[in-house]
């Protein structure tokens, strides 16, 4: 192997087995990390998007695409913004720029490096919950790769599920109704996780997630040549976050890239900002706040995949950390102000972006009015999502209905969880016993790069 996991709490250093989450030890939680040979970003020339970043990249299976992000220097919102060192990573669907991340969020990042480290056989289906975004990128990949995967979604997320293909039957979508939010579809996702042959995904405590992200950074510092001062990205659980923090350490000590860590200026959509509201008390903890009361607050964000109710933000190596040591912010931006960032964007740059990204842009403008960042500082904007009103408008999308529908009163009735787990007939997802799916093919794993 060309990695190992490490627990940051306790020192542990052990072999991945493609699905492992948590230290083995009893000891508070904490976020595994990859520790790979290669202490030095070696890009692999030859090949293109995530490919290339393979040297810090978990496991070994290739996808049927890869995955490419796209990062360029601004001129017009650059000059707009009087900010002289503007990079954009764009994350969405922008083909003509070099970026084809197909459900055009930077999730199908995540989700690439999740399905290159799974075992290829021995599990009736891979569990995931999501706001939307998450959803789409897992459905989409799961499905061209022939993986079996069951995404539980509120029914506001429905509409994110839209494909240029349809999707195999592999794939199986449970919608929750009935008011149910994303924290609902994670609760259940755990209970079903625990049933003999369904494996959590696991959210930001996979390191094949967060590495996948991180080649966001990967990205945007091979193109720049130089980490970026400040890393500007609006969050929901911080995922993203954290994994451009993860590959900021890696670049600073390859040591070619400088050795400054980037600031972390990160944004969340008022009136829901669980993690603005703890960073600016200073606290390690999250408020507790009544989930009734957090679901109503979830309804009236413009960015609804911002939504998450139990981000990582207290577990070693979460996002309280990585503020911390990264020297950064949190910021809260409104409705009205993600709009307007999202008019000058698309005026400015020439593609719609998604409301997430919208924040993220009102938060550096934010930041720049206050003098917080100066105007000759080299900023790296992550625009997460984008080009969605461009991909409607130039192909034919087919839309996923659900194979199952559960409401928020059936959830507490039970007879929840069996009707999940039935969408997979015992033997369906046990891929590679009999056969393995064509296009996931194993890779020496060392001789790539
Ligand atoms: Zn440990």
């Not at 083909?95 to 290159?116: I, Q, Y």
């Not at 149910?180 to 755990?190: G, V």
């Not at 005026?347 to 720049?368: F, N, S, T, Y």
């Amino acid at each position: 192997m060309h990695y190992q996991l490490i627990c940051p709490a306790c020192g542990l250093v052990f072999d991945d087995d493609g699905f492992r989450l948590a230290c083995p030890r009893p000891h508070s939680p904490a976020l595994l990390t990859t520790r790979y040979r290669s202490r030095m970003l070696e890009c692999n020339r030859r090949a293109t998007g995530m490919d290339r970043y393979q040297c810090w990249l978990p496991g070994t299976n290739r996808l049927a695409h890869a995955a490419q992000t796209v990062t360029y220097q601004s001129q017009h919102l650059s000059a707009t913004l009087r900010l002289r060192n503007l990079w954009i990573t764009f994350s969405g669907y922008w083909p003509e720029r070099g970026a084809t991340l197909e459900t055009a969020t930077f999730k199908e990042l995540e989700v690439s490096g999740v399905l290159s480290r799974i075992p290829r056989y021995g599990f009736r289906a891979l569990v995931v919950a999501s706001a939307g975004n998450t959803a789409a990128a897992f459905a989409r990949s799961c499905s061209e790769n022939d993986i079996p995967c069951l995404i539980l979604l509120p029914a506001s997320g429905m509409a994110t599920l839209c494909f240029a293909h349809r999707l195999r039957p592999c794939v199986k979508i449970l919608c929750l109704t009935g008011g149910a939010a994303y924290s609902d579809a994670i609760t259940l996702a755990e209970r079903i996780s625990q049933e003999d042959g369904f494996v959590g995904e696991g959210g930001v405590k996979n390191v094949g997630r967060r590495d996948g992200m991180a080649t966001a950074m990967l990205n945007a510092v091979e193109t720049i040549g130089r980490l970026p001062d400040y890393y500007v990205q609006a969050i929901g659980s911080g995922a993203g976050a954290i994994a451009a923090h993860e590959a900021a350490k890696r670049l600073v000590e390859d040591s070619r890239f400088g050795r400054t860590l980037p600031r972390l200026m990160l944004s969340q959509n008022a009136p829901f900002t669980p993690i603005y509201d703890a960073w600016r008390l200073g606290r390690r903890e999250l408020v507790e706040t009544d989930p009734d009361a957090a679901r109503a607050l979830t309804k009236k964000i413009v960015a609804r995949v911002l939504s998450n109710q139990r981000p990582p933000y207290s577990i070693i190596g979460g996002v309280f950390d990585v503020l911390r040591e990264s020297r950064g912010d949190m910021f809260a931006v409104d409705n009205d102000e993600a709009f307007e960032a999202m008019d000058l964007f698309e005026r400015c740059e020439g593609i719609d972006i998604e409301p997430a990204a919208g924040v993220a842009l009102a938060a550096l403008r934010r930041a720049l009015q206050s003098g917080q960042i100066g105007a000759e500082a080299t900023v790296l904007l992550h625009i997460t999502g984008g080009g969605v009103g461009k991909r409607a408008s130039e192909r034919t999308l087919f839309s996923a209905p659900p194979d199952l529908e559960i409401s928020l009163e059936e959830l507490g009735a039970g007879g929840a969880l069996e009707r999940a787990c039935g969408l997979f007939a015992p033997h369906h997802g046990l891929i590679g016993l009999h056969r393995q799916p064509s296009s996931l093919r194993a890779t020496a794993g060392q001789g790539d790069f």
